[in-house]
């Protein structure tokens, strides 16, 4: 989706969330606790993603002087050498990609964060049943 207004800015934010967890969900919980507490650690919290609403929301206007922090932020949580494979690292990406094209507009970063934000508390409180209520059930494949 090519966003252009700050909803659809805050849309692109829910559908990749949507995307990156609906890719990740584990079909069965891990028989190896060390394993799944591993996990637990790359992936997109609201704890994670108010740090990075945070970030971006302290922000100077020069978006990409704050792409050092996000990664440092991601490093901190992934214990894992493919970082790129996580949870965090699929959105620090996305975000990261955002801010590149959009650098001049943080407004629309931030519109973009506000969805993804919300994506993420209604998918860890509700469940599966929060990607058709989000709208995102045919999307996130």
Not at 39 to 66: G, H, Q
């Amino acid at each position: 989706m090519q966003a252009s207004t700050q909803t659809d800015f805050k849309t692109l934010g829910v559908e990749t969330v949507c995307k990156i967890k609906k890719k990740n969900k584990k079909e069965s919980p891990s028989e190896n606790q060390e394993e799944e507490n591993s996990e637990k650690k790359n992936r997109l919290t609201r704890t994670v993603m108010r740090k990075i609403y945070d970030i971006v929301l302290n922000s100077a206007d020069n978006m990409e002087s704050i792409i050092p922090d996000l990664l440092y932020l991601g490093a901190q949580r992934v214990e894992r050498e493919d970082f790129n494979s996580t949870e965090i690292g699929m959105f620090l990406n996305k975000l990261i990609q955002l801010i590149k094209e959009n650098k001049s507009n943080k407004e629309n970063v931030l519109k973009f964060l506000e969805g993804a934000v919300m994506a993420t508390y209604v998918i860890e409180k509700m469940g599966e049943k929060a990607y058709s209520l989000l709208g995102c059930d045919n999307n996130a494949s």
